[in-house]
Nanobody, 126 residues
């Protein structure tokens, strides 16, 4: 699976941004998600969505502020980020599981995902 992310940028605290990620290749029944990595910190899980868009998972730090959606023609995942704060500043990475991997095995670990996009920077100023 090849992933192309877009939509990062700079925004003031309280603002909103939408990240998009287009997937190509072997995308049949692949769940997708977003991770982020702030300077000096490890990559952390943000959100994920099942291939059918029936199920979603969110990190506690973004629950109620971020939403994730899936579109299947073309295959695309979007992360709508609202009420952003400076702690959300990071490089955001789109990720996808392998075709046919079970959603029920997704824990939010980077090891659950086999394909990664190039990252898009989100900067939130106070």
């Amino acid at each position: 699976v090849q992933l192309q992310a877009s939509g990062g940028g700079a925004v003031q605290a309280g603002g909103s941004l939408t990240l998009s990620c287009v997937a190509s290749g072997r995308t049949y029944r692949t769940y997708m998600g977003w991770f982020r990595q702030a300077p000096g910190k490890e990559r952390e899980f943000v959100a994920a969505i099942s291939w059918s868009a029936t199920y979603t998972k969110f990190a506690d730090s973004v629950k109620g502020r971020f939403t994730i959606s899936m579109h299947n023609d073309p295959k695309m995942v979007r992360l709508q980020m609202n009420s952003l704060n400076p702690e959300d500043t990071a490089v955001y990475y789109c990720a996808a599981g392998a075709s046919g991997d079970s959603w029920y095995d997704v824990t939010g670990s980077p090891r659950d995902f086999t394909s990664w996009g190039q990252g898009t920077l989100v900067t939130v100023s106070s």
